[in-house]
């Protein structure tokens, strides 16, 4: 079983940058492919980045590209989500998501067992 609990949401402006985290526990982290979801209001839930294979390899949804960074601290079972630049549109309730199966899948809710309860990112304009 693992647990993961996410932190560091908040209000900010359109530009300015936000760090979310994700701690995970019951695995070490190093085990698992793990990625953020994003569920702005009123859709559905949708793939913001993905890391495999100990960050081997990594992988962002086209909004992001540039601007997003996942990384992850195998060491202290932490997975971040660093965004940079944001807009409006990047309001979203946003999850961590994790599985021990490591896979060419990626983007998908299905791909991941494991999920937290989310942390909300409200950027203003």
């Known amino acids: 079983q693992v647990q993961l609990v996410e932190s560091g949401g908040g209000l900010v402006q359109a530009g300015d940058s936000l760090r979310v985290s994700c701690a995970a526990s019951?695995?070490?982290?190093?085990?698992?492919?793990v990625s953020w979801f994003r569920q702005p209001p009123g859709h559905m839930r949708e793939f913001v980045a993905a890391?495999?294979?100990?960050?081997?390899?990594?992988y962002y949804a086209d909004p992001v590209k540039g601007r997003f960074t996942i990384s992850r601290d195998d060491t202290n079972n932490m997975v971040h989500l660093q965004m940079n630049n944001l807009k409006p549109e990047d309001t979203a309730v946003y999850y961590c998501?994790?599985?021990?199966?490591?896979?060419?899948?990626?983007?998908?809710?299905?791909?991941?067992?494991?999920w937290g309860r989310g942390t909300q990112v409200t950027v203003s304009s």
């Open positions: 998501a994790a599985d021990t199966t490591q896979t060419s899948s990626y983007k998908w809710v299905g791909d991941y067992a494991y």
């Open positions: 019951g695995r070490p982290l190093s085990s698992l492919a």
């Open positions: 890391s495999k294979w100990s960050g081997a390899n990594t």
